[in-house]
């Protein structure tokens, strides 16, 4: 029987017994009148010893006990218990279980997310690595292709400098003056193969391109120089000529009349001709027979505007004496490329010192006049029926330009140039 059983029984008898718990009960009723004498009483045998106290008969409830605070709970085994104890275990291992299993989840994900980081770093440090090596290939591909093209346009420029010294040998530009004033250029060629003289008399109102003074007489040429005559004459006849001599315009009518070159080189004025070229010169000249000089007019036509007279050249003509005497093919597309010069920058005759660069250089200068406006920041370079190695010849002759093709139809010119802020005269031009 469990303590909450004794425990009701011990009240049940409590309240069946009611003098149980009456002490005045006991203390009425002597020990005589129960017939027991308390001091001759003689002690049954077997009893407790004289002097020990006398057992009092437990009657009514028992005192309350209070529980041992270091006694565990013991769990009475039942089907209750048994019952509950198997739910709470089986929620225990099944909350372990899913812990453990959630545990497992975070280490694979974390594992997972671990390696896709690392894979993505290699990735991205892959993806840069390619990436800078390409683009280190690539500049020293476009390096390389930037200095072959140059190597290229300087070995075609050294080569044209080359051909026109050579060419420019034979030609000597003679210049009649008077009072300071040109009144005639005679291109000369002394051919030394065929051991004779060639040479075309321009007079001085001859209208052609003068760089820095655009379609102008020739002879406002000589005003700024004879550096400018020759460009002029270069330009106008596709022939180089490098080298001059200034006499007087006697000597000069002289010459075209008597045909008579031997003495020429006795009466020079001034000349930019080097002694050895001119004792060598004087010699040549000197051997070559009357019958094989050959002194012309230019082919022109006299125009007069009021009291003035003007000349122009014409053009057929002059082409069978270029192509007889020089081999130049003036209306030929293998020849040298017309370039017009505008001045973009403002700066005065700056137009007619890139003219003169383009002129020695082998282009031929149709014109070169202002721009629309002086507000050009950057030299342009407008290609329009030129090959673009010609263009990149006048940058690298300039030394700036931006290189742009236009595709519109014209028959003037084949590359329009327009000089800009950011162009330098070369020194002493």
């Keep these: 029987m469990s303590a909450w059983g004794r425990r009701s029984d011990r009240r049940r008898g409590a309240a ?24 001759g009483a003689e002690p049954e045998t077997g009893s407790a010893p004289a002097d020990a106290e006398p057992v009092r008969p437990v009657r009514g409830a028992l005192p309350r006990t209070q529980p041992d605070p270091d006694a565990k709970a013991s769990i009475v085994p039942g089907y209750r218990t048994s019952k509950r104890t198997s739910r709470v275990g089986k929620q225990r291992r099944r909350s372990e279980k899913v812990a453990k299993v959630r545990q497992g989840l975070d280490d694979r994900v974390s594992k997972i997310g671990s390696k896709a980081g690392r894979a993505a770093a290699w990735f991205s440090f892959g993806v840069v690595a390619l990436v800078g090596a390409a683009l280190v290939l690539w500049g020293v591909a476009v ?29 000597l530009l003679v210049i009649g003056v008077l009072n300071g004033r040109a009144v005639g250029f005679l291109a000369l060629k002394a051919e030394r193969s065929g051991k004779r003289v060639l040479g075309i008399a321009i007079p001085d109102g001859a209208y052609v391109e003068v760089p820095g003074q655009g379609f102008e007489r020739i002879g406002t040429s000589f005003e700024a120089g004879p550096e400018i005559s020759k460009d002029a004459v270069s330009n ?6 490098e080298r001059y001599v200034e006499v007087s315009s ?25 002694p050895a070229e001119t004792s060598e010169l004087k010699s040549f000249l000197a051997t070559v027979k009357a019958k094989d000089v050959w002194l012309v007019p ?10 003035q007279r003007f000349f122009e050249p014409q053009r057929d003509q002059v082409a069978d004496l270029l192509l007889s005497w020089w081999g130049v093919k003036a209306d030929s597309t293998a020849q040298a490329s017309r370039v017009i010069v505008f001045n973009g920058s403002g700066t005065p005759g700056i137009a007619g010192k890139a003219a003169q660069q383009l002129i020695r250089l082998g ?22 029926h030129g090959s673009k190695a010609d263009a990149a010849r006048i940058h690298d002759v300039l030394g700036v330009g931006d290189i742009r093709e236009v595709d519109a139809p014209q028959g003037i010119t084949d590359i329009i140039v327009v000089i800009g802020h950011d162009y330098v005269p070369p020194a002493g031009s």
Excluded: C, H
């Design 16 to 39: 069946q017994d009611p003098a149980a718990d009456d002490p005045s009960r006991d203390a009425a009723v002597p020990p005589e009148e129960d017939g027991v004498s308390a001091v």
């Design 143 to 171: 390096g390389i292709n930037a200095a072959v093209r140059w190597n290229e346009r300087r070995i075609a420029a050294g080569e044209t400098a080359r051909l026109r010294a050579l060419n420019a040998r034979e030609n």
């Design 236 to 241: 106008y006849l596709g022939v180089p000529f």
């Design 250 to 274: 006697d000597t000069y009518q002289t010459l075209m009349k008597t045909q008579a070159v031997a003495t020429l080189l006795d009466k020079i004025v001034k000349t930019d001709l080097k």
């Design 298 to 307: 230019l082919p022109v036509r006299q125009v007069a505007v009021g009291d």
């Design 363 to 384: 282009f031929r200068v149709v014109d070169s006049k202002n721009a629309d406006n002086f507000d050009y920041k950057r030299t342009q370079i407008l290609l329009y």
